[in-house]
């Protein structure tokens, strides 16, 4: 229940005991700060990932108390993003596509080192209810593209029935890896490539072989996985109880032996997969030939799995780069936003980043040089603050490269970004007073987002979104009746663009029925109809005191005819035309009696 940063910096833990409750932290090394990042309570959590550049957590839990609308009961898959504001850091995205909750547990997350994908797996069959196992408990792997959930579609022969546990990213999120169960008790582990759409290979089911959770590497191009008793070479060769064992996906059955781990050990590699760090134990036992003059003992050991390895390890002059953005737009940067770039490298270096970014209704890139800054106390850790220019459409590339030996950078993660676009908004009518506390919203279907923004006393407001060409724009008042509804509204990235939208406030119409003398008459049947064709649009009685409220929708300057039906002895007056605006007399009715 631990993660960590690529760079090592941000350090997930969790912290508590039942009684009094857990929460999820995310400690800081840089600075030697704890932040907490959710209150899980007694619940606490199972699994826990976290992106490269530190800057996004995922972890399941069945904590009811972390968002609002959360009454499923069961595990949720939830994503932190530091980048965002703190009232908007934490998300539940074990959604279906209309943000439907799941009725089973999602669980097992894991993230992409670019913090742009998450896997995760669930017995839910709400994601794809086409698929209903009909009552039957089968896991399937999920992706989540920080927009919408996808079902991913691995089936063969074999794995038709199975069910999917502890997938694992590529770096980009390309590929991913997982245990498949299949058969009631056969085991074996697969790659699945999401631009091919297909598994590209697997690990069947071994004899007498069971397999633990299978992890992927960075580059995407090894598997390495926990077997036990498993017997790698021959009889004669001593791993016969457990090993770490490395797959080369690229190849047909190329492996190499790792080591013997400690039991609950477990393998890291190096993202392209040739260095790698385990536990293991010596304990007197005449069948371990491993390191036989090792005192008994827990040791740990680094593995070198290259063609060639050196004691010294190479130093590069940057260890890694990558981008923040302080404000995002469903993330993308706004128009003339901030883009932070860090960088980890050697100490007492002139850094600088080559920005690559494209402007509106061009295809060439543009390049701007920014300078980075070490820190005061950490040298090794460089920032710059960055402003998108303005017209930018998309952020295509940073790198960040010592001045006087570019060949020695580092590509940053997290590119490359979008340039959110803008509308700008402008309520007309002619009766603006009626408009306070009007809001505008905008959904995009297609690409499941949108935004929202309350206007001021000027009436006009500017929204910030993503491209799409499929936004369906409403205007509501302070009370959430609709006012207005567009379709087909287009948003271009990195450009703004103006709408004029002609509105007319809702209004409340009410009939106070009396008589000559001005006295409140009761039960008056109240009859509201269309002027243009006399449909009933309102039909009630007017209570004790004569009045009666109109229910719903009607519309400053709407012409309607109300027509009355009094009790007896009154006379009912004839139809009369009226303004739901509050402004008009209401029909008198009159007696038979003086």
Known sequence: MLAISSDGRYVAYPKGAYDTGYGLYRYDTADGTSQLVAPLGPA?????GM???????????SSADLVQGDTNEVMDVFLCDFALPEADRLRRISLTAD???????????????????????SEAWEYVPEKDDNGEDRSRLYLYDM???????IVDEETDSGTFLWPSLSADGSKISYLNEYNRRKVRVGVYDRIQSAEIWHLGTINNISMDVPKL?????YVYVKLHNADIYSPAEPYRSRAYVRYDIREENTYSYVGRPLTDSSLSLSEDGTRGVFA?????NPDDYENSSEPQGIYLRYVCLASSCTDTLPQDAVTKASIELPQQVNGAVPMNGKMVIRALAQPNLQLQASVAYKLAGQDDSLTATVTLAAAADEPRAYRADWTVPAGAREIVSVRVQPKDKPENGKTADGVPVEVAGALKVKLTTADAAQLKGARVSLWSPAAKLGGSSAFPDTLDTVLAARAASDYTLR????????LKEMTGVQVKAGEQSELSVDVVPAAQLAVTTVDERGTPVADVRVEIRSSAGGELL??????????????GSFFAGQQVEIRLSAPAPYQSPAPQGGYPEGRQSGPRVQSDQP
């Not at 992106?51 to 839990?61: A, I, N, P, R």
């Not at 547990?105 to 670019?114: E, F, K, N, R």
């Not at 293991?280 to 007197?284: A, G, H, K, S």
């Open 44 to 48: 606490g959590f199972d699994t826990v």
């Open 51 to 61: 992106s490269g550049d530190g800057s996004k957590l995922v972890f399941d839990s």
């Open 99 to 121: 943000g439907g909750q799941a009725q089973d547990d999602s669980i097992q997350p894991a993230i992409s080192a670019d913090g742009r994908y998450v896997a995760f797996v």
């Open 147 to 153: 927009h919408a959930v996808t079902h991913l579609e």
């Open 217 to 221: 590497t960075g580059d995407g191009n």
């Open 280 to 284: 293991y134990e010596r304990y007197d």
């Open 475 to 482: 205007v509501v008042d302070a009370s959430g009746q609709l």
């Open 538 to 551: 309102f039909g009630g009685k007017t209570a004790g005191d004569g009045r009666l409220k109109i229910t």
